[in-house]
């Protein structure tokens, strides 16, 4: 699941470019994996950090092209300020806020006016999720013929 929201988030939604700037909110557990084994640039722990503002502003000290949003809370309010002018958001999740009685506001979305940001949720199943019973058997062909990766789902029905 996991690789498939990363799939879809990136090359789907935000659509990188070589030269930009990623930020992604999550794994904050697994630094030393994603810096000394996977090869990310950077990567820190945001429950570490007591001004999370300026410590993304540390790593992106001009912008953050792209953010892939899976946390939510704190983290969007700090990235916000620190996305350059039609930077491109991506958001599959808010996992810091699931288990709160009251979600945290967000107090910074004026900068998505501002800075012209495009920011597009999303939820994977719909990018492989098939409708309707007469839809199975193309679904079960495309799925032996490469056409999607990991799991075919057919909603039989909605009720």
């Not at 070589?18 to 820190?44: C, Q």
């Not at 001004?51 to 992106?60: H, R, V």
């Not at 945290?104 to 949720?121: R, S």
Request: aromatic share 14%; with cysteine.
């Amino acid at each position: 699941m996991a690789g498939i929201n990363a799939y879809v988030g990136f090359y789907e939604i935000c659509s990188p470019k070589k030269v930009e700037l990623v930020f992604i909110s999550t794994a904050s557990g697994v630094v030393d994996l994603l810096k000394n084994i996977l090869g990310f640039d950077d990567a820190f722990n945001y429950n570490e950090e007591s001004y999370l503002n300026e410590a993304i502003k540390g790593y992106f000290p001009e912008w953050i092209d792209i953010y892939f949003e899976t946390v939510g809370g704190k983290i969007l309010d700090a990235v916000l300020p620190n996305i350059r002018p039609h930077g491109r958001i991506t958001a599959c999740g808010t996992i810091s806020q699931y288990d709160e009685e009251e979600p945290d506001a967000t107090h910074n979305l004026m900068y998505v006016i501002v800075k012209k940001i495009q920011m597009q949720g999303f939820i994977v199943f719909y990018y492989f999720i098939v409708e309707g019973i007469e839809a199975a058997p193309a679904a079960l062909v495309g799925h032996f013929s490469g056409r999607n990766v990991g799991k075919q789902f057919v909603l039989v029905a909605r009720d």
